[in-house]
């Protein structure tokens, strides 16, 4: 497992949008496994393949529950709307809040290529929209309704 780099807002791979993965091979494998040794190495909840320079549809999410592993995932439901804070790997040091659906369904292929749902809920919800978006070329700072700075997110922090 190896810990590759992040790559940063203005990077323009992270605007273009990934290809499906036609076959799960060594190099989908081996992928999988650095982004998970990445994501955890930056205290990530998650990352997308291109977040790593890749132009693939793989993420990966740990919102503390456990890793997840998706590959070409697919939104086949979502419902309701929540207000999320969010920052990324990509874009150190920026926080914004986003409006984003209070549940989804997911559908996608595990590592073994087995076909797997996932439903999310609040924060994990949250996960699967926005490094989903990232396989499309969007950054939550594209959705962002409106950037908390640091003495805001302070101030947040300590009230809860």
């Known amino acids: 497992m190896a810990i590759r ?18 076959e799960i091979n060594d190099n989908i494998l081996i992928l999988l496994d650095d ?20 132009l693939r549809r793989v993420v990966v999410i740990d919102i503390g529950e456990g890793l997840v592993e998706l590959i070409n995932p697919v939104i086949k439901e979502q419902s309701g709307k929540q207000i999320t804070l969010e920052g ?3 874009i150190p040091g920026v926080w914004g809040e986003v409006e984003r659906p209070a549940k989804v369904v997911v559908e996608a292929l595990n590592r073994h290529g087995e076909n797997i749902t996932i439903e ?9 929209c926005h490094e989903i978006d990232h396989l499309d070329g969007i950054l939550f700072t594209d959705k962002a309704i409106r950037f908390i700075d640091e003495e805001e ?8």
Do not use: H, W
């Open 5 to 22: 780099n992040i790559r940063k807002e203005g990077d323009e791979i992270l605007r273009k949008r990934a290809r499906e993965v036609t």
């Open 35 to 54: 982004m998970a040794d990445t994501m955890y190495e930056a205290n990530g909840a998650g990352l997308a393949a291109p977040q790593v320079g890749v």
């Open 88 to 90: 990324c790997l990509s």
């Open 120 to 128: 999310g809920e609040g924060f994990m919800a949250q996960a699967l």
């Open 153 to 160: 997110l302070e101030m947040m922090e300590q009230e809860s």
